[in-house]
């Protein structure tokens, strides 16, 4: 077995959301992208499924490197379509409340990521 097989993926919205954020703000992301072992190639591929473990790591250089603790927030707040997140967006987005979309998310959770 790969030893890549052994590490949770994922879809990557938030890293590729978080790259966009780090150009918006002047900097060059690919230092960034290299100290958590991702690409390139692999951010500009939507379809491309991103090793968890990078994925925080490039999260934790950014929110770093911008000096933003609540970095996520503001790339929620920096979204201007919430249809990017998938079908978390509609599974939300059908619920009334904010109770509801997070019953309604929880079963969805273990397909975010998953061990390939």
Request: aromatic share 8%; no cysteine; charged share 20%.
């Amino acid at each position: 077995m790969l030893a890549s097989a052994l590490f949770p993926h994922a879809t990557g919205t938030l890293t590729r959301l978080a790259y966009r954020y780090v150009k918006v703000n002047g900097l060059d992301p690919r230092p960034l992208l290299k100290k958590a072992n991702l690409t390139l190639h692999q951010i500009e591929d939507a379809n491309h499924r991103l090793s968890v473990s990078n994925q925080i790591k490039f999260l934790n250089l950014t929110a770093a490197e911008l000096g933003d603790p609540l970095l996520g927030f503001h790339l929620a707040h920096h979204t201007t379509d919430l249809r990017e997140f998938g079908f978390l967006y509609y599974v939300a987005a059908s619920s009334d409340f904010l109770g509801d979309a997070l019953q309604r998310l929880a079963p969805a959770t273990p397909r975010l990521s998953t061990k390939e």
